[in-house]
């Protein structure tokens, strides 16, 4: 089956600061979608995004379909942008593959 | 608009009990359903997905089973469960691409 890898696995920032979270999989995909996962173990939809640009406030993510990976950017990251990131993706079969996360924690 | 609804929140069951987890979804008509579990260390390990009514695709052989006796309901069950049935259980339903997760359901078997 496809394969989905995240990184960096874990990420400590400082309150303000930006990052990229990175998705790379092993196969073609029609779908892949970016989620976070809140401290109540709430999965939230950021991104669907099996190709090109999107930007949702300080939050944007881009997908080079050709190159198999994805990335995650979030900019002037707040304590409450802490939690789990996941790309999951679907490469055709109508079910998802996540990868294994990246686990961020944003101090104060 | 969309929902989809998953309980109990929580719930503690010794060794060999039964398990019921039900999931509803609203504003939609014949969605993709999905039953996905996270052990602890956060992968999600896909379970159970269903594309229509009695239909069930098992992705992984466990003691864990799943039905949909409506377009939109979905429920997992176990005659028996195990100490390794522990874990964090969601739902999630997907129409034309987009997936949309329950708030799931946190198992603790004792």
């Known amino acids: 089956g496809i394969q989905v890898e995240q990184s960096p696995p874990d990420l400590i920032l400082q309150e303000g600061a930006n990052s990229t979270l990175r998705c790379n999989f092993s196969?073609?995909?029609?779908?892949l979608q970016w989620f976070h996962q809140n401290p109540w173990g709430q999965l939230i939809n950021l991104f669907y995004?099996?190709?090109g640009t999107k930007q949702n406030g300080r939050l944007s993510a881009t997908t080079v379909a050709t190159e198999r990976y994805s990335l995650l950017y979030i900019s002037s990251s707040q304590t409450t942008d802490s939690g789990v990131y996941f790309c999951?993706?679907?490469?055709?079969?109508?079910?998802?593959?996540f990868g294994k996360g990246t686990m961020l924690l944003v101090s104060p | 608009s969309q929902t989809i609804h998953q309980w109990p929140a929580t719930l503690v069951q010794p060794v060999g009990s039964p398990l019921s987890l039900e999931c509803t979804v609203e504003?939609?008509?014949?969605?993709?359903l999905y039953w996905y579990r996270q052990a602890a260390g956060r992968g999600l390990q896909l379970l159970f997905y269903?594309?229509?009514?009695?239909?069930i695709s098992s992705e992984v052989p466990q003691n864990l089973s799943a039905s949909r006796p409506q377009d939109r309901q979905f429920i997992l069950s176990s005659k028996k469960l195990l100490l390794s049935d522990s874990g964090f259980y969601l739902c999630?339903?997907?129409?034309?691409?987009?997936?949309?997760f329950g708030s799931g359901t946190r198992l603790t078997v004792v």
């Open positions: 269903s594309v229509g009514i009695g239909q």
């Open positions: 504003g939609t008509s014949n969605p993709n």
């Open positions: 196969d073609s995909v029609n779908n």
């Open positions: 995004i099996p190709s």
């Open positions: 999951a993706v679907d490469s055709g079969y109508s079910t998802l593959t």
């Open positions: 999630a339903w997907s129409v034309s691409g987009g997936y949309t």
